[in-house]
């Protein structure tokens, strides 16, 4: 916790709590990995409308854009990933006939009409990869987190690209989770953040110990390259094909990683029970003054990098939030959210140019700031 006692003036730089739901996108939802086929989501039945209204359900009782990330294979509307190599585990035979229908075009609306809940991120075209009739993981990084050459990741990011514009899906996503959490970073040009930067791609999250590290990354849970920035995102709370999850591990942030089928029910009438378990959790997670929910990725990656790489310093009459240790202005690490309080029951203040909005808490106020420069100042006044 970024924390300062300070003239009878507590300040705390409050951790974010985000969450990011995996494997969204799957219609099919069997495990098919057995017989080299996607994972997909261990879901024992077809997903349909009511398993993305249910996150939106989630995303609006948090009021936080939830990010989603996607696969959209079985959205292919016209068989082109028959061209797209090791996309499929039919490769050149690839038929999407099975997951064409009305549903397609009822879900890409109800998608576009909810996208200040549901953000889209990229997590790939088919998850995998295939060669031969053998799948091998992962997509874009191999099972030893090599990175799989720059012509087949264009590739795909253009399927990808091909996929959204289908369905009039919106641009491309600015976020990337790696599908298994192979990934790569620290060899600048040649990294895979200098590809997803090509594609307006400016956040990662994932692993980094599941990660081939070519350098050290430039803070504990935290690194850029190449104007992406890449967060440790922790463990999921729970393992990625369990249906219906319950909440028992805590949820520390700053991403609560979860897997669609964790949120949804066998009978998808029964969503909500779900759901509503996973929403009581998270706001519980959330109920101290050292974390906080936030509206957006953006957002959650502004708080962690001021309260991971921040320092809060007093001053005689308030306080400076040193952000020299921040990643570069680039970065658009632009956003803070800070809480104030002071223990004595007294009339107290606080003034500072950098505030963009204050909400009362219980004896604290909780301010958001616009962060710019190397430094921000706020005087604090109790009478």
């Not at 400016?202 to 850029?224: D, E, Y």
């Not at 369990?242 to 998808?268: K, M, Q, T």
């Not at 009438?269 to 779900?274: C, K, M, T």
């Not at 308030?318 to 690490?333: D, T």
């Amino acid at each position: 916790m970024n924390t300062l006692i300070h003239n009878g003036f507590e300040i705390i730089i409050p951790k974010p709590l985000f969450l990011v739901v995996e494997d969204v996108g799957w219609w099919q939802g069997q495990d098919g990995s057995s017989r080299q086929e996607p994972f997909r989501t261990g879901m024992p039945r077809k997903h349909c409308l009511a398993d993305y209204e249910a996150l939106s359900y989630l995303a609006k009782q948090l009021s936080m854009r939830i990010l989603l990330a996607m696969v959209l294979c079985e959205w292919d509307s016209n068989d082109f990933l028959q061209k797209v190599g090791g996309a499929t585990w039919m490769e050149e035979s690839w038929n999407n006939h099975l997951n064409r229908g009305p549903w397609l075009e009822e879900t890409a609306h109800y998608l576009r009409k909810h996208q200040d809940d549901l953000e889209i991120a990229l997590h790939g075209v088919g998850h995998e990869f295939w060669q031969d009739g053998r799948m091998y993981r992962t997509e874009f990084h191999d099972n030893d987190c090599w990175m799989r050459s720059p012509e087949i990741i264009k590739t795909h990011l253009d399927a990808f690209g091909e996929l959204l514009d289908q369905h009039n899906l919106g641009a491309f996503p600015r976020s990337f989770i790696p599908p298994a959490l192979k990934h790569s970073f620290g060899n600048g040009p040649d990294s895979f953040q200098s590809i997803l930067h090509q594609y307006g791609i400016h956040f990662v999250t994932t692993r980094f110990s599941r990660t081939r590290r070519f350098s050290p990354p430039l803070a504990k849970h935290i690194t850029w390259e190449e104007n992406v920035l890449v967060l440790e995102r922790g463990m999921s709370p729970t393992p990625w094909n369990v249906v219906a999850a319950s909440p028992e591990r805590p949820l520390n942030g700053p991403i609560v990683a979860l897997h669609w089928s964790n949120l949804l029910h066998p009978d998808p009438g029964r969503n909500y029970e779900v759901v509503s378990r996973w929403i009581t959790a998270i706001r519980k997670s959330a109920d101290d003054a050292a974390t906080i929910l936030v509206p957006d990725i953006q957002t959650c990656w502004s708080q962690y990098c001021h309260q991971q790489l921040g320092q809060l310093v007093p001053m005689n009459s308030g306080i400076l939030v040193n952000r020299k240790n921040l990643p570069p202005s680039s970065y658009k690490v632009d956003r803070l959210f800070l809480r104030v309080k002071h223990p004595v029951n007294c009339n107290w203040k606080v003034h500072s140019e950098h505030i963009i909005r204050k909400t009362p808490e219980d004896r604290t106020l909780l301010l958001e700031l616009e962060a710019s420069g190397k430094e921000l100042y706020l005087q604090l006044v109790a009478d």
